[in-house]
């Protein structure tokens, strides 16, 4: 599972980045996403609070994970089902052509 994040921002206290590092260590975040990457494959133009709703995965953990994951994309915001907010959508992620060497 590609990670594109780094597991907390520069600017986040050293409790975040203690948190970030237990839980990548735990390995508990990598099982995160692969249930997050599963679900959208399987039910494609959720939002992170509606994906939730379908696997074990909080709204907090799907919404954290999600933009982790090189296996989904963001799309479209529309009205969440859930909660009547805006939101965007996620779908698996184009596959990107390798260049090819001169």
Do not use: N
């Amino acid at each position: 599972m590609a990670v594109t994040h780094l597991p907390a921002r520069a600017t986040d206290p050293l409790t975040s980045w203690e948190a970030a590092e237990k839980i990548t260590d735990s390995g508990k975040a990598a099982d995160q996403r692969a249930v997050a990457v599963s679900i959208v494959h399987k039910h494609p133009g959720l939002t992170s609070f509606e994906l939730s709703m379908l696997c074990p995965l909080d709204r907090y953990q799907m919404a954290r994970r999600l933009p982790e994951c090189r296996e989904v994309q963001k799309g479209e915001a529309r009205e969440c089902k859930v909660t009547g907010h805006m939101a965007v959508t996620w779908w698996p992620a184009v596959a990107q052509a390798e260049p090819v060497a001169a």
